[in-house]
């Protein structure tokens, strides 16, 4: 997946009432979250020798594709605020760690295996070692979903947005995380390389809930066929599938 800078990704967003920041706790979270954390839900650990074909290995190929995926969700985001004349104002930080309680989300230690946004603090932490683990099995499109996803978590906060239950948040951000990437390929703000689509999918599978989960329970974020249909949606029709009118 190759970001090209200097374009924007505008697609419609319907409805667009920019609320004043809400207090969601430590709020979002596609894979995992430090309330109703759900074991088992990270992507397949990676051998060491574990690599997909496009040979996305390197720590620094995946420093620079986390700081592509934030520079064109930020340029899309503020499209598309802009579009509702509407100020943006992009998420404060991205903080990598590696150790469990190295980072905090409003006095809550962030456990190890973990990506969450923090709306008390307005960032996205994401474990460094676990992630890039991802990156190097499931490949680097799962970089530009994992910051799309938190990302998103940021826009639903900055709109007010929030559900009486966990997976409503959580499918939605798929959706917005979809539109995000469908939106930004249609603009050529990014370029899909070949088996990119299938990296989307198999990261979705990965991260999804056991089909035995209740949706209702706190912390479900859906089975993998339920976030993968709903990532998808975004990616194609963009947020008008999203429920943000």
């Known amino acids: 997946m190759t970001a090209r800078s200097g374009r924007d990704a505008r697609g419609p967003l319907a409805g667009l009432l920019i609320a004043a920041l809400v207090s969601l706790a430590c709020a979002g979270g596609g894979l995992a979250e430090p309330e109703g954390e759900r074991p088992g839900a990270n992507p397949p650990a990676a051998s060491p020798g574990a690599t997909r074909a496009d040979s996305t290995t390197s720590v620094a190929e995946f420093k620079q594709d986390v700081a592509d995926a934030q520079a064109i969700a930020e340029r899309y985001w503020a499209a598309q605020f802009k579009q509702s004349g509407q100020r943006f104002q992009p998420i404060r930080r991205i903080i990598p760690y590696q150790r469990s ?8 230690a ?10 008390r603090g307005d960032f996205i932490a994401y474990d460094v070692d676990w992630s ?10 799962f970089v530009f979903y994992l910051l799309g996803h938190e990302y ?6 900055r709109l007010g ?6 997976i409503q948040q959580e499918l939605q951000a798929d959706c917005m ?4 990437l469908g939106d930004s ?9 070949e088996g990119d689509l299938d990296e989307f999918r198999e990261g979705l599978a990965a991260v999804g809930d056991d089909p035995d989960q209740p949706w209702f329970a706190e ?6 066929e339920q976030r993968t249909d709903t990532f998808f949606r975004g990616y194609e029709r963009s947020l008008t599938e999203c429920d943000l009118g």
Not at 152 to 157: E, L, T
Not at 219 to 224: D, E, I, R, S, Y
């Open 101 to 108: 309680g190295e980072v905090s989300c409003g006095g809550q």
């Open 110 to 119: 962030l456990p190890r295996n973990n990506a969450v946004y923090c709306s």
């Open 132 to 141: 890039v683990a991802a990156f190097r099995q499931v490949g680097d499109a």
């Open 152 to 157: 998103a978590h940021g826009i639903q906060v």
């Open 161 to 166: 947005i929030n559900y009486s239950f966990t």
């Open 177 to 180: 995380a979809g539109a995000y």
């Open 185 to 193: 390929v249609r603009s050529g703000a990014l370029t899909l390389a």
């Open 219 to 224: 912390g479900a974020h859906g089975t993998a």
